[in-house]
C-alpha cells in the first residue's frame, strides 16, 4: 500500500507538471527592435527608414492596408535590414489615407524571436476637400 501512494503521488506530481501552458507566450526578444522612421515622400508613396542596431538577424518594416498587416516590401530582399545596416524601401502606387507602420528584428520573418519596434502613423494624398468652384 505504501507503494500505491507514492507511485500515485508520483502520477499527480507529473500531471501537474504536464498540464503546464505550452502555447500563450512568445519567445523572449534577443534581438533590440529597429531603429525605425517613415516620410510620405509623394502623395501615394510612403518611404521608409529602417535600421537594424543587432550584431545578427534583420530588421524589417511592416505597414497596415486595408486592416491587414503587410511586410512593407513585400518580403523583397531591398527592405530587411542586416546586422548594422540601414536600408530605405520605397512603398508606391498607395490610396490617399493614413497608414500604420511598424517593424520588426528578428532571426528571419516567421520567428518567434522578434522584437517588436514603436508604431507610427502616416497620412498620404489629399486630406483636404477641394474648395472652389471649378469654372462653375
Not at 522612421?37 to 505597414?63: E, V, Y
Not at 502606387?93 to 528578428?106: E, I, K, P, Q
Request: aromatic letters at 8%; charged letters at 10%.
Amino acid at each position: 500500500m505504501s507503494y500505491m501512494k507514492r507511485g500515485a503521488a508520483a502520477v499527480v506530481a507529473m500531471g501537474i507538471l504536464n498540464t503546464a501552458p505550452l502555447t500563450g507566450h512568445a519567445a523572449a526578444a534577443t534581438d533590440q527592435p529597429p531603429d525605425l522612421s517613415f516620410n510620405a515622400t509623394r502623395t501615394d508613396q510612403i518611404t521608409a527608414t529602417i535600421h537594424n542596431p543587432n550584431s545578427t538577424g534583420i530588421c524589417w518594416a511592416t505597414i497596415n492596408i486595408d486592416q491587414s498587416v503587410h511586410e512593407f516590401t513585400e518580403y523583397s530582399p531591398s527592405g530587411a535590414a542586416g546586422p548594422d545596416q540601414t536600408v530605405t524601401p520605397v512603398r508606391s502606387g498607395l490610396a490617399s489615407g493614413t497608414y500604420r507602420l511598424s517593424g520588426f528584428c528578428g532571426s528571419n520573418y516567421t520567428a518567434g524571436d522578434q522584437a517588436k519596434g514603436d508604431d507610427y502613423s502616416v497620412t498620404v494624398g489629399a486630406t483636404q476637400p477641394s474648395t472652389g468652384s471649378f469654372g462653375l
